[in-house]
């Protein structure tokens, strides 16, 4: 009876602790995102990447470049194994590494007027030597399709080419699926792999491949690139070239879409052809992104698309946030917009956390043993490789891929979180140099606008000094370059300033100014700035005998500064302000006009009754 009523308490007392075990009590995870997120934003090439690191290295996490089949592959075996050398294509993954990004790659054969096939004719494809040695193999040429200069075509009634090319991704995706350096890789045929090659008639099994092979590709494709995430062009909606809209099995295969125009001034319906969005609805159906990722690069059919879409205020009607919301964007080639008015490293950044996956944990509870987090996605596209919560060494069971914007979703962590700092998000898919970053549970504070610095105002003009790489004003942008503070000083009025920009070679420094007016370029410190060379917009000039140099600016308008023949120190650059203005006058005006007499804009003279914008006494004025 005895041992009887000590189990009964002793199983009461099991119970009981067992009941307290699963007891949840919530604790705040103070956490905020601060930077560009791994595999999302603004890209750029190699080449610009590494020469604007200093200034957008932190503003960027991928990086892009075309890659050549050509440039790995050394020939083939007997048994029809391929014979690689991948030196090549790692010394490429290798340079991206080093900056702290990851790449985007794109395999190609064709590239009207490429010249980056060491040895080879302008325009030559990068199909593998041996196979263009074979006897059965012949190429077609196009003088100047679409304008874009002189393209070989593969020949793709070739069967070893056709062969070859399902076995290079089969070997590909085997040696780089679990590649940290690598983010997405971009397929298709035709010119840069973007699904067409116009100027030039196609001709299937010949210039283009078969819809058939395309088919039968596209699904080995699928079949072994499980792990790195794959894209293809837009442009594969059409179906004159591809039979994808067409063919619900290639339709049901899981992938992303690049759209190499994107933001042009006709890309959507509503504006005019709208034959992108057309593309993005017929192969995107609305919810591709939802499982393949979204990128591109944004329009070069205007010059000065790439330099103005980023404009807070928007390009052809719609903001980039708008935009890239809609397309559900996760990256977007932008390497024609730094050091243009709105492509600054700060819009960069901007830009980049406006785009892709955003983590935050709505709700931490723990129990003693167990981390339970509600996490949802507050950004415009999923993560679209695996990442973990995980505490210390031990991650979550679910992972954060695919977690859809909006969606919430309850995962636990077999383990306690005792300390809120040691909670983070861990993935085999980015750089160890890469955090992935989370909003915790607190309430995310509101952003403090970064202060920027007064100039102070001199003889009627504003003053840009250097804070390190940082120019003091917005009108001013240090596309390349690098600042010292150890060649000396410059002093202008009552104050000393020793920071400079040194001109060398890959200096370039882009001057936009507000008003009109001369503008004033100091150079100074321990190396003498008088009668030495410098470029505005590629002309040579020379400063003067104090090592200035004055010329008079447009406003709105960019000049681009550079080095001449000499190494100097650029201490300051002083700018017109809305005080004064440079003017054509009708009828000349003198200091003794100035003073009594008023001016319009056009430099007609006015009555003590005009209203508006006008110059007194050599001032602008607003008379009311």
Same mark, same amino acid.
């Given at each position: ?25 919530? #604790? ?88 980056? #096939? ?53 070997? +590909? $995706? ?80 899981? +992938? ?17 052809? @709208? ?16 499982? @393949?990722?979204?990128? /591109? ?56 956390? $406006? ?46 891929? @695919? ?44 952003? *403090?606008?970064?202060? *920027? ?47 400079? #920009? ?44 104090? /090592? ?7 406003? @709105? ?6 080095? /001449? ?15 004064? *203005? ?43």
């Amino acid at each position: 009876m005895i041992t009887k009523k000590l189990m009964t308490s002793l199983l009461v007392c099991i119970a009981a602790v067992a009941t307290h075990g699963e007891e949840w009590t919530s #604790i705040d995870v103070d956490r905020q995102i601060t930077h560009p997120q791994p595999m999302t934003g603004l890209v750029l090439w190699p080449d610009l990447a590494a020469d604007l690191n200093s200034t957008y290295g932190g503003s960027i996490s991928l990086e892009f470049s075309y890659c050549l089949p050509c440039m790995v592959v050394k020939g083939c075996n007997q048994d029809g194994s391929i014979i690689y050398d991948w030196t090549w294509f790692d010394n490429k993954l290798a340079d991206v590494a080093s900056r702290g990004h990851q790449l985007v790659a794109r395999f190609r054969y064709e590239y009207p007027s490429g010249d980056d #096939i060491k040895g080879a004719v302008k325009g030559a494809t990068a199909v593998p030597q041996y196979i263009k040695d074979r006897s059965d193999y012949h190429e077609t040429y196009a003088s100047n399709p679409g304008g874009d200069g002189p393209t070989y075509y593969a020949d793709w009634s070739n069967e070893e080419l056709k062969r070859f090319t399902k076995q290079f991704y089969t070997d +590909f $995706a085997k040696r780089y699926a679990n590649d940290k350096r690598l983010a997405f890789l971009e397929v298709g045929f035709g010119h840069w792999s973007e699904y067409h090659i116009y100027g030039t008639n196609i001709n299937f099994g010949v210039n283009f491949p078969t819809k058939e092979y395309q088919k039968e590709f596209f699904q080995h494709l699928s079949n072994v690139m499980t792990s790195i995430p794959w894209l293809i062009s837009i442009d594969a909606a059409d179906d004159e070239y591809t039979p994808f809209v067409d063919d619900n099995d290639l339709m049901g295969l899981t +992938f992303g879409l690049f759209d190499d125009s994107f933001m042009h001034k006709d890309h959507e319906k509503a504006d005019g052809e @709208g034959y992108n969005e057309e593309c993005w609805d017929n192969i995107g159906k609305g919810t591709r992104w939802k499982t @393949g990722v979204c990128g /591109g690069e944004v329009s070069y059919y205007k010059g000065s698309d790439q330099k103005n879409f980023l404009n807070p205020a928007g390009m052809y009607g719609h903001t980039w946030e708008e935009q890239s919301a809609k397309y559900r964007i996760t990256f977007m080639i932008a390497n024609d917009a730094p050091g243009s008015t709105y492509g600054t490293a700060d819009r960069f950044k901007e830009a980049t956390m $406006a785009s892709g996956y955003r983590i935050k944990l709505t709700k931490c509870e723990v129990n003693g043993t167990k981390t339970r987090l509600t996490v949802t996605n507050e950004g415009i596209a999923p993560l679209y490789r695996d990442a973990y919560f995980a505490i210390g060494e031990t991650r979550c069971e679910t992972s954060l891929k @695919g977690l859809l914007p909006g969606e919430e979703k309850v995962m636990e962590i077999a383990a306690n979180l005792s300390n809120a700092a040691d909670l983070k998000i861990v993935s085999d898919f980015i750089l160890d140099t890469q955090e992935i970053q989370f909003q915790g549970t607190t309430e995310e504070p509101a952003p *403090t606008p970064t202060p *920027t610095p007064t100039p102070e105002p001199v003889d009627d003009a504003t003053i840009c000094y250097f804070d390190g790489t940082h120019p003091s004003t917005s009108q001013v942008v240090l596309v390349s370059g690098n600042s010292s503070t150890s060649k000396g000083s410059v002093t202008y009025g009552d104050k000393t300033y020793g920071t400079c #920009i040194k001109m060398e070679s890959s200096t370039s420094l882009n001057i936009t100014p507000t008003y009109s007016g001369d503008v004033t370029l100091i150079f100074g410190g321990s190396t003498s700035p008088a009668n030495e060379t410098i470029k505005i917009d590629d002309n040579v000039v020379t400063t003067d005998a104090n /090592g200035r140099y004055t010329f008079n600016a447009t406003a @709105g308008q960019t000049y681009n500064l550079k080095k /001449g023949n000499t190494q100097l120190f650029l201490f300051l650059i002083i700018l017109p302000d809305g005080t004064t *203005t440079s003017i054509k006058t009708t009828n000349a005006i003198t200091k003794e006009t100035a003073d009594t007499q008023g001016y319009n804009l056009d430099g007609q003279c006015v009555g003590k009754n005009y209203k508006g914008v006008m110059i007194l006494n050599g001032k602008k004025i607003i008379r009311r």
